[in-house]
């Protein structure tokens, strides 16, 4: 293994036209998973985008490079720095029939990475091919299939492998599982661990569902309305939240034999203009809430936006069991 | 085929693919089996027309004007040529008119559209404006001013038509190209260090095609409307070709008379038109489900 990497967003703000949709957001990727998490129009994907270098932030920086030296803003790269860093990090998009071209092969999606990255053609790129295909558990008789004629579980696999065919450092999975069954989610989700240790990857994971970074990711960043509100360790996070928020999204679980979820809040309201965007929904809001937006401070080993964070700790202090 | 071999057929097979040519298809076959025929007529021209030779300048002074019969089944002309050996050298002016103003604006018009569509920003912008430009005339005043301006044949009515028809199909292109562009697959390529010019060619171009297809086939019909006019006004071919347009405006003066003269190049137009308009309304109805 060569030195470990990191890639990172610093105080990245991001908009389409003039509607900023992520507010200096803060955040790094490095070694094994790091989960972001959010509700739908949270500016998850939109940060992804930034990070994979698709979207140029309004402000702040994207930075990318060893870790411990110095990182370079992706702004700042050359030729051959981009093509490095194309090489280093690979995304997984949320939609396996999106994500590969309908009109080509499977084996033609994973051989454009291998031919890029790698110069490979012919009978050296057909058994790469192959052994990528072997590598996610597929047939390698499915390299002539079209995406149309795979299942959901099956193309996800085949972006899976064309994102592992460059030898990339570092993966963005955007929702990687949201479009999928169930019961292949848990099998892709596996299928990324076990390739995430063996090819000793570090991730983004990027999701709505709690159940997944609980297992995949060692630290996690919640966002809501565009900005990072509550982010440290991830059992932390889950077993006693210190943002309402965290708290809104665990307790919005449902869970079998159990009560059903009640939400906390008015989860229809939009994020308020001024002051803390969540106060609208938020249970908790008072009047400073109103008035002055939270900054992220340090509290008991994660930071947190949040005017009544304590409180929110001190009334979870039961310890809730960890879900599995 | 033959008739004892289709009891063979598993019924459920021969049911399904019956639907299939006879289903919503239907008109997009009668459009295609047209189009084949005229094809096939213009192809085999010299071989099936009566008297060849009547297709260019030959004269038959002492057959002017027959009215159909027998031995001219669409009758003669002023100079005594074979109407229908006319006609059928006139699909092959036609065609040829239409393929090459086809592809050439299809092209033109194609290339454009995935660049502005795909590169966005000022490239587009750019891209826009001149096709503005272009569609801010009447399309058949530009082609005969410029059919005016260069020397009547063919080859003016092409270019000149061209000229007036590709920036449809760029701002088609370019609409497709960009929400293209917005997909996934794009991205990921893009992700992949994938040069821009090579994501364009390999991703977005072969995914913006289908509806360009579809615009072509319904232009055919304007398109060989547009060359007969042209010929009509005696901006395109001239005599001794076999042009249809140029045969209408010939006999329109014979047609309380002679009314042979005009009546069956100026069919061969409506066929010929219709044949495209259908098969493309077919297309398009079949590719929008």
Redesign the interface.
Known sequence: MSEPVVLGAEAVTLAYGSTAVVHDVTLSVGEGGTGLIGESGSGKTTLA?AL???LRPRSGAVRYGPRGSDTADLASLDRKG??RF??D???V???GS??????MTVEASIG??LT??HRMAGNARRERVTALLEDVGLEPALASRRPHQMSGGQRQRV?IA?ALA?EPRLLVLDEPTSALDVTVQARILDLLERLAGEHGLGYLLITHNLGVVDRLCRTSHVMFAGRVVESGPTTELLTRPAHPYTLALRDAVPRLGGEPPRPSGRTEAVPAETGCPFRLRCPLAVDACREEAPVARDLRGRMVACHRAEDVLAANEVPHAPRQ | MTVSASPEAPPVLRRTALRHLAGVDRLAMVGAVLLALIVLAALLAPLIAPYPDDGGSATHPLDALLPPSGAHWFGTDQVGRDVLSRVLYGARTSLLIAVAVLVISGVVGVVLGVVAGYAGGWVRDVIMRVTDVFLAFPALLLSLALAVVLQPSVTTVIVSIAVTWWPWYTRLTASVAASVST???V????????PAPVIAI??VL??SLTPVLVQLSLDGGGVILTAAALSYLGLGAHEPTSEWGLMVQQGQSLFTTDWWVVTFPGLAILVTAFAFNVLGEGLRARLAR
């Open positions: 985008r994979l270098g698709l981009w093509a194309r090489g990090v690979q995304p998009f949320q939609d999106e994500a590969l071209d309908p009109r454009e990475a890029t990255h972006a064309r460059v | 997909r996934g697959f991205d990921a390529a893009r992700c992949l260090g994938v390999r991703h072969p995914n």
